[in-house]
């Protein structure tokens, strides 16, 4: 069973930046594609970042040229470093993984396994 645990979370102002991590345990196909997700209160969850273990990864639009999701596959952390925040990047971010192989790994696929979540909160 894969667990997943973020850090990095906090308040920073417009224009900031801040680097998320999640350590990851459990055997590491059951986490062959992960991702990033967020949640701004009374929005739906959506995908921010995703990575698998061949190296492709795949961004929403809006984050794209900001966010940058990588690995460290010695440390088994993913990490999601964010630049040039803005306010609408305000939101609880979670990490996520799946084992699924097969599949292509892409945010909109899904996810089985989750974090509880850290907090960016991004002022103007």
């Known amino acids: 069973q894969v667990q997943l645990h973020e850090a990095g979370g906090g308040s920073v102002q417009a224009g900031g930046s801040l680097k998320l991590s999640c350590a990851a345990s459990g055997h590491p196909d059951s986490r062959s594609c992960m991702a990033w997700f967020r949640q701004a209160p009374g929005k739906e969850r959506e995908g921010v970042a995703s990575t698998d273990i061949y190296g492709y990864t795949n961004y929403k639009d809006s984050v794209k040229g900001r966010f940058t999701i990588s690995t460290d596959s010695a440390k088994n952390t993913l990490y999601l470093q964010m630049n040039t925040l803005k306010p609408e990047d305000t939101a609880t971010y979670f990490c996520?993984?799946?084992?699924?192989?097969?599949?292509?790994?892409?945010?909109?696929?899904?996810?089985?396994?989750w974090g509880q979540g850290t907090q960016v909160t991004v002022s103007s």
């Open positions: 996520a993984a799946n084992g699924n192989t097969g599949d292509f790994c892409y945010i909109g696929t899904s996810f089985d396994s």
